[in-house]
């Protein structure tokens, strides 16, 4: 018989000590509904993406209902995710008794006004649309925040395996999958969490760096050791202050939940053991120290120094910028992807060639360091940009930057888009025309997403830490829900 399996999603990853809420207008930018959904994410590493290749490669039909991305900023608006949230009930309560399974997507880590785990709330809903017995099998974000509430709707939980996401096509194929075999009678899923009481700040939880590494390969190995085994390690949100905010384990097995309840206690103690080297796996930086020795090894480095402002969660804090500025005579410097919509709009209306004075960066909120005045001569508009990516986290997927211009200050290559995106790959570089290895020092906002391209490119990653939102010392932060 052929299979029918509704697809939908609603996904967004909240720091909420930013304090700014993500509006409707926002999600609305990043969602898809209907035959849509298919069009969107059809062959790209997206956990949608996921979803279609194994349904198709299973000769399965796919019902498409909904999916919203309000991306990673500050807290969801309440009603926008009550919006989306009810479109999707509302569309699975019409298939009731006509989909033989329901594949879901969410991030684990949003947050709204009245919501302290609306993710839970949301799969609470969709298992009351379509009854007890429909299977559903979630797919989440390694970064996301769970307890055993978060995933009680769910029959089944899969996490990303690494950070940078690199998995996210193939962590919707091992949901599908899951499903996929269920619906055949080869295996009866049970599944527990386990949380080792462990809050990592994201800078730390790059999955290529010890002992998480080593902690995800004894995952891997667990699961080869029998015919249906799954075993999710997630990170947590350090930056979302709720209840559950912290890293978790889930196993899913052909079987019993006991023996789901063992293997996810077993991972979720060896990490608890790693207590103290999980919470310093590598050096950070203060601004000044980080940037004297980026110069130092650019002195004599063949490849480009990164300098990672990672505490920024916005894209357009302006530390690093405001500090590398007056040192441009000493290097070729870059900073891709500033957001900055009003000083996009000015340098594209002047035009190629001309040159305008313009407060850069720093809009987003108190404490991202304010706008940097600049003159700045533009180099290059691309009008409403939207570039398919080509690095290997967002291979396939559609990036949209907005109106975005290329930028020379002082000899420092800056580009400026009108939505927030994170330069992670060499993407911000390669559509422009430009080519990263023509630096010497980049400057770089994202936490572990990054490493996908840089990890071996880069002469050295420098990490260091600004009075941002998201610092790698996170007891600077005014935790009111997360447990100690
Ligand atoms: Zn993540």
Redesign the pocket.
Known sequence: MTYRIAIAGLHM?CATFLPHVTHRDVFEEGTVRGRDVLERFRGSNTVMGGFLTAIRSAGAEVVPILHSDGGAAGMADQAAVAGYRQEIVEGLAKLRGEIDGLLLHLHGAMVTQDELDPDAMTLNGVRSAVGQELPIMVAL???ANLDAASIAGATAVFG?RF?P?IDMGATGERAAQCLLRTLAGEIRPAMAISRPGLILPSIFSATDLTPLRHLVAEARQSEERQDYQDISLFAG?AYADVPNCGASVIAVVDGETAEAEALASDLSNKIAAERAALSAPVPVYSLEEGIERAFEIARTASRPVVILEHADRANDSTYGLRALLPLSDRARIAVPFIWDPVAATVAKAAGEGAEVSLALGGHSAPLAGGPVSVVAKVHAVKPDFAYRGTGQMRAGSEVRVGDTVLLDVDGVEISVTSLSQSAIDFDPFLQFGLNPADFDIVLLRSKTHFRAAWEDFAAEIIIVDTPDYGPADILRLPYRYARP
């Open positions: 990853e974000d390694y970064h990303y950070s996401h949100f």
